[in-house]
């Protein structure tokens, strides 16, 4: 009687096909991940914003203009701070500094120049983008990409208010 040693050629193979099925399950799981913690990390600086619009309100009784396209987060042609004399294109704000340097979009890296424009109507990807309708009004419009909470998945809108999948006014 003659013993065999090893796997055979349909073992190997089934081995290989679980451990790939496997791999790609886990990799589908981590990408889904990161796009919920951008999604965390968009919703907390939404609330940043608007906390530091509200105080800049308390003192000024009014909000700030809305500064060149409105982009939040990026100093080299938009938004980098909120001070005195409001949104400033700067890192170093005019005393008393409310925002010493407004948060940027996640996903907006020199690796995806796409981000690297405030939020419309349409298109994506985008940054954050300020837009002030009056004294006592505001919208801050960002992006999800697979919702955080009970916000949806898509353009969504930040006011005075509290913060919905549209604009209030």
């Not at 990026?74 to 890192?91: F, K, M, Q, R, S």
């Not at 009056?134 to 006011?159: D, N, P």
């Amino acid at each position: 009687m003659i013993r065999r040693t090893g796997f055979t050629l349909i073992e190997m193979l089934v081995v290989i096909a679980i451990i790939g099925l496997l791999s790609t399950l886990v990799l589908i799981a981590y990408g889904n991940a990161r796009s919920k913690a951008r999604d965390a990390i968009r919703s907390g600086d939404v609330a940043q914003l608007r906390k530091a619009l509200e105080v800049y309100f308390n003192t000024s009784v009014d909000f700030p203009p809305t500064l060149a396209d409105g982009e939040i987060g990026n100093p080299t042609n938009g938004i980098g701070c909120l001070g005195a004399l409001g949104w400033e294109v700067d890192t170093t704000c005019a005393n008393p500094v409310y925002m010493g340097l407004a948060p940027r979009d996640p996903a907006s890296t020199s690796d995806v120049p796409n981000h690297n424009r405030p939020c419309a109507t349409f298109g994506t990807p985008c940054n954050y983008s300020y837009a002030r309708l009056s004294g006592e009004r505001y919208e801050i419009h960002f992006r999800l990409e697979v919702g955080a909470g009970q916000l949806g998945v898509g353009l969504l809108c930040g006011t005075e208010a509290g913060v919905g999948p549209s604009c209030a006014h």
